[in-house]
């Protein structure tokens, strides 16, 4: 099992910044996907951005592009989703999620695709 855990979170006005931490444990990989996703209330879950763990590959969302950017540490087993100019669109709870085994393509940006979840962390930006 893998457990991921989200942290960074919280209230921040509009054209502010917010960095997001995932960090996994548990069964490792030798090769995976990190993405982070969000869901706002009455909304579906939609993808937000996404990582390869080896070779770090990216994707985006085109809502997120130039203000989002995804990172990660390998020794620390941490994605790190920095978030800035903000806008009161991005507010929604925030998830990270792993795809064990994957090669990078098209699919790191389908929620269906990914097999593990963290709990979410909400992200609200005011006006």
């Known amino acids: 099992q893998v457990q991921l855990l989200e942290s960074g979170g919280g209230l921040v006005q509009a054209g502010g910044s917010l960095r997001l931490s995932c960090a996994a444990s548990?069964?490792?990989?030798?090769?995976?996907?990190m993405g982070w996703f969000r869901q706002a209330p009455g909304k579906e879950r939609e993808f937000v951005a996404a990582?390869?763990?080896?070779?770090?590959?990216?994707a985006y969302a085109d809502s997120v592009k130039g203000r989002f950017t995804i990172s990660r540490d390998n020794a620390k087993n941490t994605v790190y989703l920095q978030m800035n100019n903000l806008t009161p669109e991005d507010t929604a709870v925030y998830y990270c999620?792993?795809?064990?085994?994957?090669?990078w393509g098209p699919g790191a940006e389908d929620p269906d695709e990914y097999d593990y979840w963290g709990q979410g962390t909400q992200v609200t930006v005011s006006s």
């Open positions: 990582i390869s763990w080896i070779g770090g590959s990216t």
């Open positions: 548990g069964r490792t990989f030798s090769s995976y996907i």
């Open positions: 999620a792993l795809d064990q085994g994957a090669g």
